[in-house]
């Protein structure tokens, strides 16, 4: 395979994460009016519903980064946001009236936001809520506005402090966010850019969501599955918190997603989505989310950034 269709390949895991999104949004497990429309006509007829365990894990992948995150909007003010391969994410969309979120920056690369950006413009009420001083660039992949910026990126080659400095606030409270996207680069990319934002920030908590456990049976399968469509995991591996101290963060930690679900997800949101669809497979959801990890690295050198879970 040449790096073109294993970057394709990497690119089409976009495809997989907005239609498990949308099916979990159909089934009422997720609130999100804006996933539909980044979806194409032609993925949104595939596919769809996902099985339950899926829509289960998808809910609570969603449930649990939203909650970190309104944990650390809950004690900054005028954040930034950094996404990292940010895809047809829509949590931007689905925060655009928090006024705690001065900023709201995406990455990804170029044949991704030009989409992006196509679904926008198409929208008038997506257009409508990034006001007046919109510029669109760089041949339709990069978009600008006040508050929202889509920029073009290979994550792997870039030198990300340059194409970020123009646009970020280095002494504002920053969340970088890296959902599913470190695992397709390798580790010393990945680590260019953490220790990029552990030395460059004064207030920052980066958040990395991954698979990250493949030593056993299910691990294994599900690998072989990436690797039949062409997708290549270069940036596996098990959570170390040295990864970030040595990045220049002074704390790190790191959960899997069933911990997450029993610690985070309260009685009532688990009634609800216990009559949403009948699962049946308990045993399998519960390996799937051990599967997950969700790790952080914090610097706050206010003191004023801290997660509890
Ligand atoms: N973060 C989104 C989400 O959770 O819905 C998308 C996740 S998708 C599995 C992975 C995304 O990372 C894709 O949009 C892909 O294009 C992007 N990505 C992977 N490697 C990248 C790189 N080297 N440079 C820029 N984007 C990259």
Same mark, same amino acid.
């Given at each position: 395979?040449?790096?073109?269709?294993?970057?394709?390949?990497?690119?089409?895991?976009?495809?997989?994460?907005?239609?498990?999104?949308?099916?979990? *949004?159909?089934?009422?497990?997720?609130?999100?009016?804006?996933?539909?429309?980044?979806?194409?006509?032609?993925?949104?007829?595939?596919?769809?519903?996902?099985?339950?365990? *899926?829509?289960?894990?998808?809910?609570?992948?969603?449930?649990?980064?939203?909650? *970190?995150?309104?944990?650390?909007?809950?004690?900054?003010?005028?954040?930034?946001?950094?996404?990292?391969?940010?895809?047809?994410?829509?949590?931007?969309?689905?925060?655009?009236?928090?006024?705690? *979120?001065?900023?709201?920056?995406?990455?990804?690369?170029?044949?991704?936001?030009?989409?992006?950006?196509?679904?926008?413009?198409?929208?008038?009420?997506?257009?409508?809520?990034?006001?007046?001083?919109?510029?669109?660039?760089?041949?339709?992949?990069?978009?600008?506005?006040?508050?929202?910026?889509?920029?073009?990126?290979?994550?792997?080659?870039?030198?990300?402090?340059?194409?970020?400095?123009?646009?970020?606030?280095?002494?504002?409270?920053?969340?970088?966010?890296?959902?599913?996207?470190?695992?397709?680069?390798?580790?010393?990319?990945?680590?260019?850019?953490?220790?990029?934002?552990?030395?460059?920030?004064?207030?920052?908590?980066?958040?990395?969501?991954?698979?990250?456990?493949?030593?056993?049976?299910?691990?294994?399968?599900?690998?072989?599955?990436?690797?039949?469509?062409?997708?290549?995991?270069?940036?596996?591996?098990?959570?170390?918190?040295?990864?970030?101290?040595?990045?220049?963060?002074?704390?790190?930690?790191?959960?899997?997603?069933?911990?997450?679900?029993?610690?985070?997800?309260?009685?009532?949101?688990?009634?609800?989505?216990?009559?949403?669809?009948?699962?049946?497979?308990?045993?399998?959801?519960?390996?799937?989310?051990?599967?997950?990890?969700?790790?952080?690295?914090?610097?706050?050198?206010?003191?004023?950034?801290?997660?509890?879970?």
């Amino acid at each position: 395979m040449t790096i073109s269709n294993a970057d394709e390949a990497t690119r089409m895991t976009d495809v997989d994460a907005v239609l498990s999104r949308l099916s979990a *949004i159909r089934k009422g497990y997720i609130n999100d009016p804006y996933t539909e429309l980044f979806v194409g006509r032609l993925s949104r007829s595939q596919q769809l519903p996902r099985p339950p365990v *899926i829509n289960r894990g998808t809910h609570i992948r969603t449930y649990a980064i939203d909650n *970190i995150i309104e944990q650390f909007l809950s004690q900054t003010s005028r954040a930034q946001i950094i996404s990292l391969g940010s895809g047809s994410d829509t949590r931007f969309w689905r925060c655009s009236d928090d006024a705690r *979120i001065a900023k709201y920056i995406e990455i990804d690369f170029d044949e991704v936001t030009s989409k992006k950006i196509m679904h926008i413009r198409k929208s008038d009420s997506l257009s409508a809520r990034l006001g007046e001083q919109v510029s669109v660039e760089a041949g339709g992949s990069k978009l600008v506005s006040p508050r929202y910026t889509l920029l073009p990126a290979d994550l792997r080659s870039v030198d990300i402090g340059a194409i970020i400095a123009p646009y970020a606030e280095l002494s504002a409270p920053t969340l970088v966010l890296s959902e599913c996207v470190f695992v397709y680069m390798p580790l010393e990319a990945s680590d260019r850019i953490l220790t990029y934002f552990g030395r460059a920030f004064e207030d920052i908590m980066v958040l990395v969501y991954e698979m990250a456990s493949v030593d056993d049976q299910f691990g294994q399968i599900m690998l072989r599955n990436l690797k039949a469509r062409g997708v290549e995991l270069p940036g596996m591996s098990a959570y170390d918190g040295h990864r970030f101290t040595s990045a220049g963060f002074a704390i790190s930690d790191a959960k899997n997603l069933e911990y997450l679900r029993n610690q985070l997800v309260t009685p009532q949101e688990k009634d609800r989505i216990a009559k949403l669809e009948f699962l049946d497979e308990v045993e399998e959801l519960s390996l799937i989310l051990r599967h997950y990890t969700l790790s952080w690295g914090i610097k706050s050198t206010k003191k004023t950034i801290n997660v509890h879970v």
